[in-house]
């Protein structure tokens, strides 16, 4: 098991185009969370599945975000026409079911909107 | 609303003891957890303090008062490598959905 694996690591893409990121979580953990975080800031969450099942989403999560784990292994973030705003890297993490032992994140995407 | 305040910058020198305090304000309140993160890298996580008291793990220890709302990483016989940022995080809903902290540069002296 090599960890929680995001891909790409970076991403530049014009204002205005889609874009989507991946996540494969380690293979035995039910919860995967996406986090967002800019420069000098913690991180902030987004998103968080249990399984397949998306359970909750951020007030911070726009209509042009949206976020899939199907058949809960992977899972992918998109962004549709994406704004300068949205430059930061995207974090990902795992964690078994019942867990007091913290996350695995991954090593993130890094958006640069220009 | 949510927050945790951290000291933005400590510095300290090699061997040394650094404390770093954390202080919240939640809507709930599950437990809180501390993580490190060098420069470029992804966060690590550290420790989970769901009850008062001290967690001791190694050179590093956290403790928490659920009554003050107030938490600290310490960290002892500090290493060159321990420089790095540290975030404390709050888990508010049982299902380490966390709320982080804004960050406490940690730069250690030779």
């Known amino acids: 098991d090599t960890g929680v694996s995001q891909n790409p690591r970076h991403k530049i893409t014009k204002r205005g185009q889609n874009v989507t990121f991946r996540c494969d979580p380690i293979s035995e953990h039910n919860r995967l969370y996406w986090y967002r975080q800019t420069l000098g800031q913690g991180p902030e969450f987004l998103t968080y599945f249990q399984n397949e099942a998306q359970l909750e989403k951020s007030r911070l999560l726009s209509d042009r975000f949206s976020a899939e784990r199907p058949k809960g292994s992977f899972s992918t973030l998109e962004i549709q026409r994406t704004e300068q705003g949205d430059s930061a890297m995207y974090l990902c993490?795992?964690?078994?079911?019942?867990?007091?032992?913290?996350?695995?994140f991954g090593s993130g995407t890094r958006l640069t909107v220009v | 609303g949510q927050s945790l305040e951290q000291p933005s910058e400590v510095t300290a020198v090699e061997g040394a003891i650094v404390q770093i305090n954390c202080t919240y304000q939640t809507s709930g309140f599950y437990g809180l957890s501390w993580y490190q993160q060098h420069d470029g890298g992804a966060p690590t996580f550290l420790s989970y303090?769901?009850?008062?008291g001290l967690e001791e793990t190694g050179r590093f220890s956290s403790f928490l008062s659920r009554s003050d709302s107030y938490g600290y990483l310490l960290l002892q016989e500090l290493q060159m490598k321990d420089s790095a940022s540290y975030f404390c995080?709050?888990?508010?809903?049982?299902?380490?959905?966390?709320?982080f902290g804004t960050g406490t540069r940690l730069k250690v002296l030779a």
């Open positions: 995080a709050s888990d508010t809903s049982g299902t380490y959905k966390y709320i």
């Open positions: 993490a795992s964690s078994p079911l019942s867990s007091n032992y913290g996350y695995t």
């Open positions: 303090n769901a009850l008062d």
